[in-house]
Each structure stands twice: as C-alpha cells, then as structure tokens.
C-alpha cells in the first residue's frame, strides 16, 4: 500500500511538470485529428483526476482516518450492482488499518529514502524511450524532455488497452505519439520493437523462467503444478 501510494503521488506531481514544460505539445497533432486529440486530452485529464483522488484517499486513509475510509468502503460497495465485492471491500479496508498501524511508526528517513527510490525508478522508466531514441537519433534536449512528457500521456493509452500487457495497442500508438522524433517508418519500427523489448517481452521471458521455480519452492511441487494449470 505505501509503494501503491508514492507510485500515484509521483504521477500527480510529475503532470503538472510535464504539463508546464510541454503544453500542448503533450499530444500528438502532427498524427492525429483534431477530435482524437481531444479525446486524448480528456482521457488524459480523467486519468489525472482519478489518480489524484485515489493517492489522496489513500494517504488519508494511512496518515489520518483508516476507519472512516473502511465504512466509505462498505457503504460503496453495499450499494446494488457492487454488493459483490462486498467482502472484498471489507478485506481492503481491514488492510488499510493494519497499514496505517505499522506505517505511522516509521519516521521522515524512512519516507525520505522511500520517495526518493520510487521518484528514481519511475523517472527511469519514464526516460526510457527518449535515450532509446537518442541512442540512434539525434535529438535535442527540449526534444528528449517532449518526448519524457509524451510518455505520460502515452501511459493512458496503456492504462485503457484491453489486451494483456497493451500488446498490439502500444505498438501501434507508439509511431503516432514518437514517429516524428524517429524519422523513417523503418526506424520506427525497429525501435518499437526495441522499446518493447527492454520494457515488456524481456519480462515475459524471465517470467517463463523463474516464476514456475518461484511457485514450487513456495507452493511445492504438486500445489505448484495445480497452479500453473489453473
């Protein structure tokens, strides 16, 4: 929960940055329509304010009121159509309390330490694919900064994609939001397959290595099998 909570805090600091760095030039108007783009800045506004209101809910659910944040829970999700997840709601909640119990205790270096490693990583992974790029092209620094805050708003392409992973949807938005940094469709493509790569298959084979070892020592090898099959 709390490295849940300092992901979402960096998303809604880092917009506002990018936002004011970028401006319009967030959005990709050489490729896209005026009516995409501004079903794009909406999506991307909504995912903000989402975001924003989940990472707020959730320090004060730490830092402040667990309690009232657990009823808020279970009011919700008493409400017909969600009564489902009910019992769920009332897990989370429960969850929330016991976080907030253990969390109160650490002090300022502890968050200190905590922020700074989440800020390094998402920054990370964030810059991605402006050195990917300016490993090949030449780029300039007001370019290499556009295309970190064109990243965020490619990420709400990800966040909406229905196939696992984005795969397909992001290869195929990736040329509309970086293709004018890249030039040539065939530079484009290589370093989409490049991005995906580093950032996505790479992750799938190491998966398909190590989780099923992961499973058995931890589950045993007939639960094990049990689960890989499931």
Same mark, same amino acid.
């Given at each position: 929960?709390?490295?849940?909570?300092?992901?979402?805090?960096?998303?809604?600091?880092?917009?506002?940055?990018?936002?004011?760095?970028?401006?319009?030039?967030?959005?990709?108007?050489?490729?896209?329509? &005026?009516?995409?783009?501004?079903?794009?800045?909406?999506?991307?506004?909504?995912?903000?304010?989402?975001?924003?209101? $989940?990472?707020?809910?959730?320090?004060?659910?730490?830092?402040?009121?667990?309690?009232?944040?657990?009823?808020?829970?279970?009011?919700?999700?008493?409400?017909?159509?969600?009564?489902?997840?009910?019992?769920?709601?009332?897990?989370?909640?429960?969850?929330?309390?016991?976080?907030?119990?253990?969390?109160?205790?650490?002090?300022?270096?502890?968050?200190?330490?905590?922020?700074?490693?989440?800020?390094?990583?998402?920054?990370?992974?964030?810059?991605?694919? &402006?050195?990917?790029?300016?490993?090949?092209?030449?780029?300039?620094?007001?370019?290499?900064?556009?295309?970190?805050?064109?990243?965020?708003?490619?990420?709400?392409?990800?966040?909406?994609?229905?196939?696992? &992973? &984005?795969?397909?949807?992001?290869? #195929?938005?990736?040329?509309?939001?970086?293709?004018?940094?890249?030039?040539?469709?065939?530079?484009?493509?290589?370093?989409?397959?490049? $991005?995906?790569?580093?950032?996505? $298959?790479?992750?799938?084979?190491? #998966?398909?290595?190590?989780?099923?070892?992961?499973?058995?020592?931890?589950?045993?090898?007939?639960?094990?099998?049990?689960?890989?099959?499931?």
């Amino acid at each position: 929960m709390a490295t849940a909570m300092l992901d979402n805090l960096y998303y809604v600091l880092a917009v506002p940055l990018v936002v004011l760095i970028g401006g319009d030039a967030l959005y990709p108007h050489e490729a896209l329509q &005026g009516g995409l783009v501004a079903t794009l800045r909406i999506a991307f506004i909504a995912s903000y304010v989402f975001v924003s209101a $989940y990472a707020f809910l959730m320090v004060y659910a730490i830092f402040v009121n667990p309690r009232s944040v657990r009823r808020l829970f279970i009011r919700l999700f008493s409400i017909a159509g969600l009564r489902r997840w009910r019992n769920k709601a009332y897990q989370h909640g429960n969850e929330l309390v016991l976080a907030s119990a253990q969390l109160r205790g650490n002090g300022l270096a502890y968050w200190l330490r905590a922020s700074l490693s989440t800020a390094f990583v998402w920054t990370a992974r964030y810059l991605v694919i &402006g050195c990917l790029i300016s490993a090949f092209i030449d780029v300039t620094w007001a370019e290499f900064w556009l295309i970190f805050g064109r990243n965020l708003t490619y990420k709400v392409i990800l966040l909406i994609a229905i196939t696992p &992973g &984005g795969a397909g949807i992001a290869e #195929g938005a990736f040329p509309t939001f970086f293709g004018k940094f890249i030039g040539t469709p065939t530079m484009t493509n290589f370093m989409v397959l490049l $991005y995906r790569i580093v950032t996505y $298959y790479l992750y799938l084979v190491l #998966g398909a290595i190590f989780l099923p070892r992961w499973i058995t020592r931890i589950f045993g090898k007939r639960d094990a099998e049990k689960v890989l099959h499931s």
